[in-house]
């Protein structure tokens, strides 16, 4: 099953990859990263289709996709 894996050290929760998801696999986190950002988590998993949008868009390279 496809999966994403997020590094909260480089999410800046601008949400971006949040908007490109067809599927409304990611989120925001209600639990503050080391960084002070909310950042993105993966709330539907298996809703994954290993499209890579959310990766594709995310300005800070904070998403990996595993197929
Ligand atoms: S790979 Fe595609 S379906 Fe999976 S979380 Fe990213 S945008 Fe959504
Ligand atoms: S696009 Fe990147 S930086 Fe923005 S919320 Fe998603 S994972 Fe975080």
């Known amino acids: 099953m496809p999966k994403i894996d997020v590094d909260v050290t480089r999410c800046k929760g601008c ?10 696999v990611i989120a925001l986190s ?10 993105a988590v993966p709330v539907r998993p298996e809703n994954c289709t290993g499209c890579k949008l959310c990766a594709y868009v995310c300005p800070d390279v904070a998403i990996e996709v595993w197929k």
């Open 30 to 39: 209600d639990n503050f990263a080391p960084s002070g950002y909310y950042p």
């Open 15 to 24: 949400e971006l990859c949040i908007v490109a998801c067809p599927k409304d």
